[in-house]
């Protein structure tokens, strides 16, 4: 069977307070070229959920063009780039944010500082580390992550892009249990450093329910949800870390589905709101228009 949330479930304007309940900061448009949908049809489904703060996210594009066929292509950003300031300008209670999910990749340092932050103004950037450096070449977590020394060469990536100052918060940590199926020694000790990371870092970490929609693994005998994995969560609750819940939709409708009503639930479950989500009070208040 299919993850939870894989149709278009979930009720329509029924955002409760407080504020965490009511932020989605991850979110794709068509021209990431795995989503669909473009930045006012995400508004529309935002303020019919009762929404408060909407973040678009689409995955950067490479200056140099690198993974092309799963992020945006740079002509596009011009796009995207007014397409979001067009919300920005709607009016109503929906505060619309401009952002980025960026892969860490360090000659691009400066394009991420100095054009999406200083030039185009964007509001943030997101962290999402789908591909990191294993003997110096770029591997995928899917096929990186399979042996100890893959496992700890994600993990001190991971933490070296929290040290980069670059992002607001870290997209999906746990990504990571997608390639390594059961919870062990390695997995444990390299799940503690990164909290331990993002705790002295004060980087806020994402439960994302994307990992929810997507077809259950096997791990041991029983099948899961490929992420956001328990005991990953369950030993952030010892860290007192910064958290937040994201959607990561790449259709509208899936801007509050079963899959986020969810991770909603299971957040409450792992994580003390007051410790953890709070931050995004303030968060909203210092970005947008």
């Known amino acids: 069977m299919k993850g939870i949330g894989s149709g278009d479930e979930g009720g329509k304007g029924d955002y409760p307070e407080p504020l965490w309940r009511a932020v989605n900061l991850h979110t794709h448009t068509w021209r990431c070229q795995h989503a669909r949908g473009d930045v006012a049809e995400y508004v529309l489904q935002a303020r019919e959920r009762g929404l408060r703060v909407l973040g678009m996210s689409d995955h950067t594009p490479m200056p140099d063009g690198r993974w092309g066929s799963i992020r945006m292509a740079l002509e596009d950003l011009d796009g995207y780039d007014r397409a979001v300031e067009a919300a920005r300008s709607g009016g109503g209670t929906l505060r619309v944010l401009k952002g980025m999910e960026c892969e860490f990749v360090p000659e691009f340092t400066s394009f991420y500082r100095e054009t999406l932050l200083g030039e185009r103004k964007f509001d943030y950037l997101a962290g999402g580390i789908h591909l ?8 995928y977590v899917s096929s990186g992550v399979r042996d100890a020394r893959g496992l700890r060469a ?12 670059l992002y ?7 990504l990571f249990a997608s390639a390594w199926q059961s919870w062990d020694r390695e997995a444990a000790a390299c799940t503690r450093a990164m909290l331990e990371a993002a705790a002295d870092l004060g980087v806020p970490l994402e439960i994302n329910a994307n990992g929810l929609r997507q077809w259950p693994i096997r791990d041991g005998a029983t099948t899961r949800q490929p992420y956001p994995w328990s ?15 994201s959607a990561d939709a790449h259709r509208p409708e899936e801007i509050h589905d079963a899959a986020t009503c969810r991770a909603f639930t299971l957040a409450e479950e792992w994580l003390d709101p007051s410790v953890s989500f709070s931050w995004l009070d303030s968060f909203a208040d210092s970005r947008g228009a």
């Open 168 to 174: 607001a918060f870290m997209a999906h940590p746990d």
């Open 231 to 245: 005991p990953f969560w369950e030993m952030a609750a010892g860290y007192r870390i910064k958290a937040l819940v």
């Open 154 to 165: 994600y993990t001190d990536f991971f933490i070296e892009a929290m040290r980069s100052g």
């Open 132 to 139: 990191f450096l294993l003997d110096g070449e770029w591997v």
